[in-house]
């Protein structure tokens, strides 16, 4: 009897397929979906009514998300998984619905996050808030 793989294990063997991203990328993608979807209910309770989330819903998710995460270092834990612009995202995100992890509408595309937004300024700007140690 075959046990049916976990998660992890499908995430491990998806990123050792595709060796441009690192298995924390996808991981992180996931979590930001979920940070992205918990702020959506939110906004459906308050009357929304499309619980779809657009690639750019998507995309300022992950960037506030990571913002959140690792402050001013998220760009560079982001590009140390493989991550430096925004159609990464995309390629993760499509390799996860390659994968049956996640779904897709008919209309989404990877094109949707291409030039979602300039990473350095992006994060950097964030880095560049944070005041000097004295």
């Given at each position: 009897?075959?046990?049916?793989?976990?998660?992890?294990?499908?995430?491990?063997s998806?990123?050792?397929?595709?060796?441009?991203?690192?298995?924390?990328a996808y991981h992180?993608?996931?979590?930001?979906?979920?940070?992205?979807?918990?702020?959506?209910?939110?906004?459906?309770?308050?009357?929304?009514?499309d619980?779809?989330?657009?690639?750019?819903?998507?995309?300022?998710?992950?960037?506030?998300?990571?913002?959140?995460?690792?402050?001013?270092?998220?760009?560079?834990?982001?590009?140390?998984?493989g991550?430096?612009?925004?159609?990464?995202?995309?390629?993760?995100v499509?390799g996860?619905?390659?994968?049956?992890?996640?779904?897709?509408?008919?209309?989404?595309?990877?094109?949707?996050?291409?030039?979602?937004?300039n990473?350095?300024?992006?994060?950097?700007?964030?880095?560049?808030?944070?005041a000097?140690?004295?």
């Amino acid at each position: 009897m075959s046990q049916t793989p976990t998660l992890d294990e499908r995430i491990s063997s998806l990123a050792a397929a595709d060796c441009r991203y690192e298995a924390d990328a996808y991981h992180f993608v996931f979590r930001a979906l979920d940070f992205v979807l918990d702020r959506q209910t939110a906004q459906l309770d308050e009357g929304g009514d499309d619980p779809h989330v657009s690639a750019i819903q998507l995309l300022e998710g992950l960037r506030e998300f990571a913002l959140e995460l690792y402050g001013p270092l998220a760009r560079l834990v982001l590009e140390h998984w493989g991550i430096y612009r925004t159609e990464d995202f995309g390629e993760i995100v499509f390799g996860l619905v390659e994968c049956r992890l996640l779904n897709k509408q008919e209309s989404d595309r990877k094109s949707d996050f291409r030039n979602g937004f300039n990473f350095r300024e992006a994060f950097d700007k964030a880095r560049s808030a944070v005041a000097p140690l004295q």
